[in-house]
T-cell receptor
Framework: GEDVEQSLFLSVREGDSSVINCTYTDSSSTYLYWYKQEPGAGLQLLTYIFSNMDMKQDQRLTVLLNKKDKHLSLRIADTQTGDSAIYFC????????????FGTGTKLQVIP | KAGVTQTPRYLIKTRGQQVTLSCSPI?????VSWYQQTPGQGLQFLFEYFSETQRNKGNFPGRFSGRQFSNSRSEMNVSTLELGDSALYLCASSLTGTNPNYGYTFGSGTRLTVV
């Protein structure tokens, strides 16, 4: 079955870059996502990448996908205190109805 | 446009009781999915509805059920509550559900505490 794994915690200094990593097991994954969850809130979609892409950049966010190693990363440039949150990696595949599998989440702490 | 609305935000129930949670998706979105979020298990998929039909179901006992109305609003019900049902229940909507490449829009969740 599908499995998505992330490290639990990351601490960075304000202004540095953050890199959050994720590995997944389902080789048929077609879509990979990054979501952000702030305290007391639901998840907010940050960005997504198709499995036929290697990289996607969106302002301060860069997503890298290594399909061979089933490894996904999210880089946040110039990390701000407002970026402190839990970040979830998720995957789904085409064909069949929507069922997204989420990772365990990485808690990002930004130190001023 | 309005986001995904979940009610109530907080709920405290006693073991053995039942509870109904409500979700109104974004206008025009026809797919509604439900997830249970707990510190130990993370986000677990409950079920997905489209046009009043349940199309996909996760590995939860039959005490967890749901439905969707003709206006796409969805409810989920948990009967005979157990302490382990304490969680944040998240509802997510998407346009069709069959092309998830655009991702979900989540509500803020209902925090259920079973005592």
């Amino acid at each position: 079955g599908e499995d998505v794994e992330q490290s639990l915690f990351l601490s960075v200094r304000e202004g540095d870059s953050s890199v959050i990593n994720c590995t997944y097991t389902d080789s048929s994954s077609t879509y990979l996502y990054w979501y952000k969850q702030e305290p007391g809130a639901g998840l907010q979609l940050l960005t997504y990448i198709f499995s036929n892409m290697d990289m996607k950049q969106d302002q301060r966010l860069t997503v890298l996908l290594n399909k061979k190693d089933k490894h996904l990363s999210l880089r946040i440039a110039d990390t701000q205190t407002g970026d402190s949150a839990i970040y979830f990696c998720a995957e789904s595949h085409s064909g069949g109805y929507q069922k997204v599998t989420f990772g365990t989440g990485t808690k990002l702490q930004v130190i001023p | 446009k309005a986001g995904v609305t979940q009610t109530p935000r907080y709920l405290i129930k006693t073991r053995g009781q039942q509870v109904t949670l409500s979700c109104s998706p974004i206008s025009g979105h026809r797919s509604v999915s439900w997830y249970q979020q707990t510190p130990g298990q993370g986000l677990q998929f409950l079920f997905e509805y489209f046009s009043e039909t349940q199309r996909n179901k996760g590995n939860f006992p039959g005490r967890f059920s749901g439905r969707q109305f003709s206006n796409s609003r969805s409810e989920m019900n948990v009967s005979t509550l157990e302490l382990g049902d304490s969680a944040l229940y998240l509802c997510a909507s998407s346009l069709t559900g069959t092309n998830p490449n655009y991702g979900y829009t989540f509500g803020s969740g209902t925090r259920l505490t079973v005592v």
